[in-house]
């Protein structure tokens, strides 16, 4: 008996881990892409809210509750979902917040339970910054490419097996005030940090 219930408890737990890690697609919706490239692509979903898309993901993730004002909310969200053949996970998800008027300037979070690419080339050319609470991000400033002033610094971090990135993306910010923004929404990210 007390093998029969060691087995079913086993099963359970393994059935719920299971269940936990996929995508629940129940409230999503499929994005068609007009961009077909004829290559197998992850298949895009949008939500009808943030909350619905946070809700479906297998993992966890805060997104920061005090944006300035002047970006609104996460309003953007698109779900990927690349179907890996080994454990059919490997989500993704991008947030984004836009400001109004011509000197658009956005900011996005993204965050997948895998790695796109080597973390440790992503963060070649970072600063790391440890937190408080000893969790380390890595702050990456950004290259002026697109034109003067132009900015896009991100910060990127592990939490949980989750890769997370914020980014910044615009144009006449003061780059130590960008920083700081980045940083203060990273602090309402990051778990257990004050």
């Known amino acids: ?15 719920c881990q299971s269940e936990a890690a996929t995508l629940n697609t129940d409230h999503l919706k499929v994005y068609q892409d007009a961009h077909d ?13 943030v909350e619905e898309a946070l ?11 005090d944006l300035p004002e002047t970006y609104g909310s996460f309003d953007s969200v698109l779900i990927s979902d690349f179907k890996d053949p080994e454990d ?50 890595f702050y990456s400033a950004s290259s002026n490419k697109e034109g003067e002033g132009f900015q896009s610094p991100s910060v990127y971090w592990i939490e949980d097996g989750v890769l997370h990135e914020i980014s910044h993306a615009g144009v006449g910010d003061n780059s130590e005030q960008v920083k700081e923004l980045l940083m203060d929404l990273v602090s309402q990210m990051v778990r257990g940090y004050k």
Not at 1 to 12: C, E, N, R
Not at 55 to 65: A, C, K, V
Not at 91 to 106: V, Y
Not at 121 to 135: A, M, P
């Open 55 to 65: 809700e479906s993901l297998p993992f966890q993730l805060r997104i920061p509750t």
């Open 1 to 15: 008996m007390k093998a029969y219930i060691g087995v079913l408890a086993t099963a359970l737990l393994v059935g």
């Open 37 to 49: 490239t004829g290559e197998e692509q992850p298949t895009m979903y949008k939500a009808n809210s």
């Open 88 to 137: 059919k996970q490997d989500i993704g998800i991008s947030l984004t917040a836009f400001t109004e008027g011509r000197d658009k300037k956005s900011i996005a979070i993204f965050a997948a339970d895998f790695e796109l690419v080597d973390f440790e080339q992503l963060i070649q050319h970072s600063k790391e910054i440890k937190l408080s609470n000893g969790q380390k991000v």
